[in-house]
């Protein structure tokens, strides 16, 4: 099925570091979703954009729902060791029910 | 707390042995989705009801059935698992309708087929 281009795939940084993400789509959404999963777990739900432009943010986290409707990113600022995981992208165009994910970044955080 | 619930978290089955996996949700909304993840690649989504309304995937096996009884309960029923269905099966729901996007997952259910 379709998947969104997420990068980068992986990434290790320092502790205390910020970190940026990004989702790129060929497809126009109206709604961006941004999860972290850790392993053996579902995903989380960690921030939901649902307008052009729209920056929101969830303590040390900051997504925002690119201009052009078909990119998201996201941001983690003061990385700590607990961020480790996979965070995945996932998008919804109108008129539908289902949403598309991105392949996932793996983010290992070195104290 | 609203949430959504999976059980049981770990299944083991056998090669051929037909499985049902549960999901249940107390957050009232009318759609809930199955999904397929294999070694953490991103979720699959294997179909998804919209209220009673069935949406299969058109490359999901026939070998995957479902059923949702009710607003908060939906299953999966592997009718022949095969190796190569041994996986993490992810429920989630959403509510677009509302005007809220947001789809929530449970914790997940492993399955390992012997």
């Known amino acids: 099925g379709q998947q969104l281009n997420q990068s980068p795939q992986s990434m290790f940084i320092q502790e205390g570091e910020d970190v940026s993400m990004n989702c790129t789509s060929s497809?126009?959404?109206?709604?961006w979703l941004w999860y972290k999963q850790d392993p053996g777990e579902g995903p989380v739900l960690l921030i939901a954009?649902?307008?052009?432009?729209e920056l929101t943010s969830n303590g040390r986290l900051t997504a925002q729902f690119g201009t052009t409707r078909k990119d998201s990113f996201l941001n983690i600022s003061a990385s700590i060791p607990s961020d480790v995981g996979i965070y995945f992208c996932?998008?919804?165009?109108?008129?539908?029910?289902?949403?598309?994910f991105g392949t996932g970044t793996r983010l290992k955080v070195l104290a | 707390d609203a949430m959504v619930i999976q059980n049981p978290r770990y299944q083991v089955t056998q090669f051929g042995k037909p499985v049902t996996l549960s999901c249940s949700q107390t957050?009232?909304?009318?759609?809930m989705y199955w999904y397929q993840q294999k070694s953490s690649q991103a979720p699959k989504l294997l179909f998804h009801?919209?209220?009673?309304?069935?949406?299969n995937e058109a490359d999901t096996p026939d070998n995957f059935q479902s059923r949702r009884p009710n607003t908060s309960f939906c299953f999966l029923d592997i009718r022949s698992p095969g190796l190569g269905d041994a996986a993490m099966y992810l429920c989630?729901?959403?509510?677009?309708?509302?005007?809220?996007?947001?789809?929530?997952f449970g914790p997940g259910t492993r399955l390992t087929v012997t």
């Open positions: 989630a729901t959403s509510s677009p309708d509302r005007g809220n996007g947001e789809q929530y």
């Open positions: 497809s126009i959404f109206n709604t």
């Open positions: 954009l649902y307008k052009a432009g």
């Open positions: 996932a998008g919804r165009s109108s008129g539908t029910y289902k949403y598309i």
């Open positions: 957050l009232n909304h009318n759609v």
């Open positions: 009801y919209y209220d009673k309304d069935f949406n």
